[in-house]
């Protein structure tokens, strides 16, 4: 499946915080960057998501701010 | 100001695209990977986005999704 | 690839409406819905996206609202 | 009250699962397809939503991906 | 229509600049503040939003950031 | 640091209901109103967040929708 996402950054689980609804998930890029995600719980277990494991943090580009010191 | 967004990921402007609203910026990160952001054109003119420049893409946590091979 | 968004729907594509940094694409269901979304015009022309050809919607379960009557 | 949101799509409750803070709410359509939509849990009981209810999902345009096969 | 999102600020619309695909309308709240919102060409003729006309802007809670100076 | 998001408004921190992963903060507008936010556990105690101090909503403009009677 390809999608309209433009932002697709390839990484690796490095933790997973659970909660009943939700679940925090941290992606470290290869540059040492972490990215952080809420998504569902369920979506967790359906992906299989595991620290450790390889995976993308997918964003939509209108969801990309932009800031200057 | 202090931003609870959890993503604030630090680069360079490449390149802009202006729209009559909206334009597309996207900010090349130091390992060389591109985030693409859609902002208002007023916002470009008022944070005095350039390629070149120095810029964060920022991303709240809830609007990051993962995916798997 | 999977994602992690939990709303992926199959249609069709009915409309696309061009501006100069995003598109509008018009998606329709197979009981006649149609869901509407606002995608970078990159994206259209990466995805190839044509009127007739088949495509997803595809939402994160976070920006999904309730309304009752 | 008239909404900018695009889609609005009727159905009728089928799951809800609580949380702390936020609960995930599982509208099912017509045709059977299924959308899964995260609210606060303060929102599901001031909307008074029960399984069984009617009830529509609203989704913004632009936060609405596209994906082929 | 009852509503999930839990953010509904009553104000007038000061402003509306249209674009090919979106168009940004502004609201000025009773005290003076104003908010700024991206939503379709479409939904603004559909809504039959002008200036100085009485509407609202929306917001779903999961999509407010908060800033500490 | 300067933010693309239009929207940023002040206001004096009233609530703070905290989940597993996400947490309720409601920031009280000059006037009186209220904004609810949803951000995660850690963000609020990164920020030091605490019941009647000040903080700023912060909205980016493709997130806000409009309304009319």
């Known amino acids: 499946m390809k999608l309209s996402a ?3 950054l390839k990484g690796k689980v ?5 909660g009943a609804v939700n679940s925090e998930v941290v992606i470290e890029l290869p540059g ?3 990215i952080v995600s809420i998504i569902t719980k369920e979506s967790v277990e359906s992906l299989g998501l595991k620290e450790g494991k390889e995976a993308y943090a997918v964003v939509k580009a209108s969801n990309v701010m932009i800031a200057v010191d």
């Not at 490095?14 to 659970?18: C, D, F, L, M, S």
């Open 6 to 8: 433009r932002n697709v």
């Open 14 to 18: 490095v933790k997973i915080t659970p």
């Open 32 to 34: 040492g960057a972490q």
